[in-house]
Nanobody, 121 residues
Framework: QVQLVESGGGLVQAGGSLRLSCVAT????????VAWYRQAPGKQRETVAL???????TYVDSVKRRFTISRDNAKNTVNLQMNSLKPEDTAVYYC???????????????WGQGTQVTVSS
């Protein structure tokens, strides 16, 4: 069984920084595409940043040059460094990892529990 545990959210003033982490534990053979999503009150969940298994990254326009997604395959960890935070970044952030638990099986998507990020003006 695979579990994802997120950490690093909190309250920060506009212009500040936060670093989110997502650690996967359990039976893991390989991790493919990883991503961070967010959902603000009354809005749909959106993809903030995505990193493919070959380390190609994609960001939503609103966070480009401010957020950086990274991964540490040895530690089964995905991070999201968030700089120059704005009040509109306020949301619950979720990590998503595509994990293959055993060789020869299809991967499945796993989600973190969500962590609140609040940016005050």
């Amino acid at each position: 069984q695979v579990q994802l545990v997120e950490s690093g959210g909190g309250l920060v003033q506009a212009g500040g920084s936060l670093r989110l982490s997502c650690v996967a534990t359990g039976t893991i053979f390989s991790i493919g595409t990883v991503a961070w999503y967010r959902q603000a009150p009354g809005k749909q969940r959106e993809t903030v940043a995505l990193m493919e298994s070959g380390d190609r990254t994609t960001y939503v326009d609103s966070v480009k040059r401010r957020f950086t997604i990274s991964r540490d395959n040895a530690k089964n960890t995905v991070n999201l460094q968030m700089n120059s935070l704005k009040p509109e970044d306020t949301a619950v952030y979720y990590c998503n990892l595509r994990i293959r638990t055993r060789i020869g099986t299809s991967p499945n998507d796993y989600w973190g529990q969500g962590t609140q990020v609040t940016v005050s003006s």
